[in-house]
Antibody, heavy 119, light 112 residues
Framework: EVQLVESGGGLVKPGGSLRLSCAAS????????MNWVRQAPGKGLEWVSS????????YYADSVKGRFTISRDNAKNSLYLQMNSLRAEDTAVYHC????????????WGQGTTVTVSS | EIVMTQSPATLSVSPGERATLSCRAS??????LAWYQQKPGQAPRLLIY???TRATGIPARFSGSGSGTEFTLTISSLQSEDSAVYSC??????????????FGPGTKVDIK
């Protein structure tokens, strides 16, 4: 079964840091571009970051550029998101998402991990 | 950045009736448009991609149409389990390595 399982969320104070992890299984992780997509309470989906198969191409939303860092370890079938200088507006459920090859939609989503930034 | 809008924000439909949801892009996205279904507490699920192709396992009552800037998701005969938020997403910008892919704000479908 294709599966993405996120972990690492929690409550953090403004200015703090968190590292999210995503464990992939059931498919050849190293051959897929991976993404983080978040959803703030009562809001729509917002793409956060993307990383290509060999980490050569990395993209960030303007809202997180300079504060978040995406990375992956293909040997461990894992995706990561290092989040620094967190703000209240970063409060959201963060989903790990697989993109199909080429110009394609987001085909597999994890359940998400909740990040709450509050003093 | 391509801005996606959806209408209506909320749609209340009786079981067995047709539901029609609209999605508009601020510039042409060709047919690189997807629809997702999200139920409370669950991850989004891919319903439609390429504007009109159903994803694996999606019932035939779900259909998509449109191209360019105007798109429609139709649920032909609404079932109780279709109560959810439906979001559209353009992924045309990937063709030019011109991220980001962008989502619409969603349409909430309620069962009367």
């Amino acid at each position: 079964e294709v599966q993405l399982v996120e972990s690492g969320g929690g409550l953090v104070k403004p200015g703090g840091s968190l590292r999210l992890s995503c464990a992939a299984s059931g498919f050849t992780f190293s051959t897929y571009t991976m993404n983080w997509v978040r959803q703030a309470p009562g809001k729509g989906l917002e793409w956060v970051s993307s990383i290509s198969t060999e980490s050569l191409f990395i993209y960030y939303a303007d809202s997180v550029k300079g504060r978040f860092t995406i990375s992956r370890d293909n040997a461990k079938n894992s995706l990561y998101l290092q989040m620094n200088s967190l703000r209240a507006e970063d409060t959201a459920v963060y989903h790990c998402v697989r993109k199909d090859p080429g110009t394609a939609p987001f085909s597999v989503w994890g359940q998400g991990t909740t990040v709450t930034v509050s003093s | 950045e391509i801005v996606m809008t959806q209408s209506p924000a909320t749609l209340s439909v009786s079981p067995g009736e047709r539901a029609t949801l609209s999605c508009r892009a601020s510039q042409s996205v060709s047919s690189n448009l997807a629809w997702y279904q999200q139920k409370p507490g669950q991850a989004p699920r891919l319903l439609i991609y390429g504007a009109s192709t159903r994803a694996t396992g999606i019932p035939a009552r779900f259909s998509g149409s449109g191209s360019g800037t105007e798109f429609t998701l139709t649920i032909s005969s609404l079932q109780s389990e279709d109560s959810a938020v439906y979001s559209c997403q353009q992924y045309n910008s990937q063709q030019y390595n011109n991220w980001p892919p962008t989502f619409g704000p969603g349409t909430k479908v309620d069962i009367k």
